[in-house]
């Protein structure tokens, strides 16, 4: 699990695949717990825990990036998707 916080504390975009350029499937609220199910490597962003090419599925089809969920490690959390 990790939670999602934003530098602004507006909503964190969901997209369908680990890349900025990934169609838009949803937000999730800053300070929303999350449950993270797998890890991959996509596009690299700069958010509030840093930069990070690691992004965070947390449904079919619906991912996060790492850089802006908090999990309490800079390294993977969850097995590789």
Known sequence: YGTVNT????????RSGP??????????ASGTRVRIYCQTTGSTVRGRYGTSNIWNRIGDGRFVSDAYTYTGS???VAPPC
Request: hydrophobic share 30%.
């Open 7 to 14: 530098s602004q504390g507006g909503p964190l975009t969901v």
């Open 19 to 28: 890349r900025t350029t990934a169609s838009a499937v949803g937000t999730v």
């Open 74 to 76: 800079d390294g993977r």
